[in-house]
């Protein structure tokens, strides 16, 4: 079956998004100083040179690609409570001058570029009539779900990125809108 249009286009597109990543990751690779931060680029850096190569793998012989990708379990055990604790979150400058990233850039450029990815594989695999690519996609929205989880968890922990609990009567504002469905009634 070959690809449609639309599927090309978007794999055109998500590819050419892959090279930015890898590129990126790479500067990220050198130029990071935080150990955890290190190790997490270095875990995460194979996988998206593989979601590349799947990608590029259904452009060049759309019938004999597999689309299997290699997607990181979701580590649910890194937000604790010191993480969630309400803590401000560290003023920042912006660089307008950069020669040499900090941590914190690294992190928060990798950040949007997964939430930027996972959304684009979202839209992308709503549009795709090849199983195969579609399963494809799924896969990599929830690589970058994994990958975004990690980094968010590790902004937060330095207090680079804020995390704001709710009060319970903002929180009781909005239950009480709304009522569940009795299942009996449908």
């Given at each position: 079956?070959?690809?449609?249009?639309?599927?090309?286009?978007?794999?055109?597109?998500?590819?050419?998004?892959?090279?930015?990543?890898?590129?990126c990751?790479?500067?990220?690779?050198?130029?990071?100083t935080?150990?955890e931060?290190?190790?997490?680029?270095?875990t995460?850096?194979?996988?998206?040179?593989?979601?590349?190569?799947?990608?590029?793998?259904?452009?060049?012989?759309?019938?004999?690609?597999?689309?299997?990708?290699?997607?990181?379990?979701l580590?649910?055990?890194?937000?604790?409570?010191?993480?969630?604790?309400?803590?401000?979150?560290?003023p920042?400058?912006?660089?307008?001058?950069?020669?040499?990233?900090?941590?914190?850039?690294?992190?928060?450029?990798?950040?949007?570029?997964?939430?930027?990815?996972?959304?684009?594989?979202?839209?992308?695999?709503?549009?795709?009539?090849?199983?195969?690519?579609?399963?494809?996609?799924?896969?990599?929205?929830?690589?970058?779900?994994?990958?975004?989880?990690?980094?968010?968890?590790?902004?937060?922990?330095?207090?680079?990125?804020?995390?704001?609990?709710?009060?319970?009567?903002?929180?009781?504002?909005?239950?009480?809108?709304?009522?569940?469905?009795?299942?009996?009634?449908?």
């Amino acid at each position: 079956m070959k690809l449609t249009i639309c599927e090309l286009s978007y794999l055109n597109e998500l590819i050419t998004s892959c090279v930015n990543t890898i590129t990126c990751m790479s500067l990220f690779k050198n130029q990071v100083t935080d150990e955890e931060l290190k190790s997490l680029l270095n875990t995460h850096f194979p996988i998206h040179v593989e979601d590349y190569n799947r990608k590029v793998e259904f452009v060049k012989n759309v019938d004999t690609a597999t689309g299997n990708l290699n997607v990181p379990q979701l580590n649910t055990s890194i937000f604790t409570e010191d993480v969630n604790e309400i803590k401000p979150a560290e003023p920042v400058t912006v660089n307008t001058n950069v020669t040499k990233l900090t941590d914190r850039e690294i992190a928060l450029s990798y950040f949007l570029t997964l939430k930027r990815a996972g959304k684009e594989y979202a839209i992308s695999s709503m549009e795709v009539t090849n199983a195969n690519l579609r399963q494809f996609l799924k896969d990599a929205y929830t690589m970058s779900c994994n990958h975004s989880y990690e980094v968010y968890e590790w902004m937060a922990k330095n207090n680079y990125y804020p995390i704001v609990v709710t009060t319970a009567e903002q929180t009781g504002n909005i239950a009480s809108i709304y009522n569940p469905i009795p299942m009996d009634q449908i």
